[in-house]
């Protein structure tokens, strides 16, 4: 098993630009994250999903849209880039939701916005 | 809202004992996660606690008193490799976690 993989490992982007964070995972969990991680702080949750067809917010949502057409893919849009989404970015994923699920993540992406 | 709380950095000396505290104030509690993170990787699962007490697990422990709002993180026999960051996580069926402590361990 690959585990959580996510695409690319690193990306710099211009004001304003559009991009797309992939992420899969091949251990048929239910339930995907992603969260942003700035440099001397927790991880913080952008979206989240427990299931395919269905996601709902997390704590830092605003500029950022989520999608999830299949269980394996959970893919992230940025579609107005700004320097505040400076940011490292982790998907994970887990079996169930949190209690007593571990979330396993992926290497994540380093996202520069200049 | 949540609220929680781990010392930014601790240092200790190979083969010592160090303690990584945190203290949580959150809307919800179902248990609480330790993570670790080396850097410029994702973080691992290390530990989970729901009930109050000690779990341990090979040269690491994990302690939580739900009561006081307070969980321990304690690693025995400090090994070079265990220099990283230790991220707490409240599990309020989404995690929030803390800042992260960094731990120097030095020859």
């Known amino acids: 098993n690959a585990g959580v993989t996510q695409t690319p490992k690193f990306r710099i982007l211009k004001i304003g630009q559009s991009m797309t964070l992939q992420c899969a995972q091949d251990m048929n969990h239910n339930y995907m994250y992603w969260y942003r991680q700035d440099p001397g702080m927790g991880l913080k949750l952008i979206y989240y999903?427990?299931?395919?067809?269905?996601?709902d917010k997390g704590e830092v949502p605003n500029g950022y849209n989520v999608s999830r057409s299949t269980t394996e893919d959970f893919p992230l849009r940025l579609e107005l880039a700004a320097p505040s989404q400076t940011s490292v970015y982790f998907c994970?994923?887990?079996?169930?939701?949190?209690?007593?699920?571990?979330?396993?993540f992926g290497p994540g992406t380093r996202l520069t916005v200049l | 809202g949540q609220n929680i709380d781990q010392p930014t950095e601790m240092t200790a000396t190979e083969g010592a004992i160090v303690q990584i505290n945190c203290t949580y104030q959150?809307?919800?509690?179902?248990?609480l996660f330790w993570y670790q993170q080396h850097a410029g990787e994702a973080p691992t699962f290390l530990s989970y606690n729901v009930l109050d007490g000690l779990e341990e697990k090979g040269r690491f422990s994990s302690f939580l008193s739900r009561s006081k709002g307070y969980s321990y993180l304690l690693l025995k026999e400090l090994q070079m490799k265990d220099s990283a960051s230790y991220l707490c996580?409240?599990?309020?069926?989404?995690?929030?976690f803390g800042a992260g402590t960094t731990v120097t361990v030095r020859a």
């Open positions: 959150t809307s919800g509690f179902n248990g």
């Open positions: 994970a994923s887990s079996y169930g939701l949190a209690s007593y699920n571990e979330q396993f």
């Open positions: 999903s427990v299931g395919a067809g269905i996601t």
């Open positions: 996580a409240v599990d309020d069926y989404k995690l929030s």
